[in-house]
């Protein structure tokens, strides 16, 4: 109560701010399955992420893991391919190389080759 004897509203309890929505929006009927709402974006992202860390704490050598695990097979997908086209030359240069004569120059082949009318081999 005032001093005047009227009654004083309380004020209004602060209202926290929304969050901008994410994901489908409407027009999925039947077809959005249970727990499949729309997403929300964090308010606080590195708070949220400083939690995750410290309830991810006890699996810290897992997590290392499975990223020196990604690394390498990065690495592997990189260099396999590589590997695989020097080894298709050496076999192919082999074969190649077996129908041949022995002592024969690559160049002196070719020229060989061409002067008897044969440009695709």
């Not at 969050?19 to 606080?44: A, C, D, H, I, V």
């Not at 192919?92 to 022995?102: K, N, V």
Request: net charge positive; charged share 15%.
């Amino acid at each position: 109560m005032s001093s005047n004897g009227q009654v004083t509203p309380a004020p209004a309890p602060a209202k926290a701010p929304e969050r901008p929505k994410y994901g489908p929006t409407g027009g999925m009927g039947r077809m959005m399955g249970p727990g499949q709402g729309t997403g929300e974006k964090s308010l606080n992202f590195l708070s949220s992420f400083k939690r995750l860390l410290g309830h991810l704490a006890p699996e810290r050598g897992v997590l290392i893991g499975v990223l020196v695990l990604a690394i390498v097979g990065i690495a592997f997908n990189v260099i396999g391919p590589l590997l695989l086209g020097r080894a298709t030359d050496v076999i192919f240069t082999g074969a190649i190389g077996a129908s041949l004569p022995a002592g024969l120059t690559k160049e002196q082949a070719v020229a060989e080759l061409r002067a008897d009318g044969n440009n695709t081999f």
